[in-house]
């Protein structure tokens, strides 16, 4: 990528438009803009869950996710642009399917909660869902890759399944949902 930061406060965007890393401007409230800050919003909020205790190897996956949003990212402002690859994808993957087989089958649904933690990687994985919505609704507009969707896709399943892992961390388990409904059939 080309140029670097020097300078902040530039006063560009003061007009409401903002610089893609292809020297183009476009409107602040543009698709591409939404998908990039749902994307940079996801990044900061994973940048949180790290100032968290995780099981060994967590925080090590996690630092790499921040890395390939930061590819994702670059490559939704330059359109047309590869940074993000399906090795990354495949990498979400094998860590689904990792801390997945450490946990109990889901029998029930399970609130965003427990520890703080597990809640924080709730929170990623519904902003991780807002960016996939941007991203899709971008290229319905647009020519894009499938990989940004893809990756956003599995990451949100990811954060899930971390929850899980984090609510249980040191010995706890899943908040389940009291389905009023489920309580009704049971009697």
């Known amino acids: 990528m080309g140029k670097r930061l020097t300078q902040i406060a530039t006063r560009t965007g003061d007009n409401g438009t ?10 602040k409230d543009s698709l591409r803009v939404h998908a990039m ?13 790290l100032c968290e205790p995780t099981p060994e190897g967590v925080a ?16 939704l402002s330059i359109p047309g642009f590869e940074l993000l690859k399906g090795e990354a994808v495949l990498a979400l993957d094998e860590a689904l399917a990792h801390y997945n087989g450490q946990l109990p089958k889901l029998e029930e649904f399970i609130l965003p ?7 924080q990687a709730h929170v990623c994985r519904t ?27 599995r990451l949100s399943d990811l954060m899930f399944v971390l929850a899980r892992v ?3 961390m040191n010995g706890g388990d ?14």
């Open 37 to 49: 800050g749902d994307v940079d919003e996801l990044n900061s909020h994973i940048g949180l869950l």
């Open 113 to 119: 909660a427990g520890t703080r933690a597990a809640s």
């Open 60 to 75: 090590d996956l996690l630092v790499e996710i921040q890395h390939q949003l930061f590819n994702l990212g670059g490559e």
């Open 174 to 187: 899943d908040v389940y949902w009291k389905s009023e409904r489920l309580a009704r059939a049971s009697e």
């Open 127 to 153: 902003v991780a869902r807002r960016a996939e919505r941007a991203v899709v609704a971008l290229g319905a507009t647009e020519a894009l890759r499938e990989t940004p969707r893809q990756y956003l896709n």
């Open 18 to 27: 903002t610089g893609l890393g292809d020297n183009t401007r476009v409107s």
């Open 166 to 168: 984090l609510n249980r």
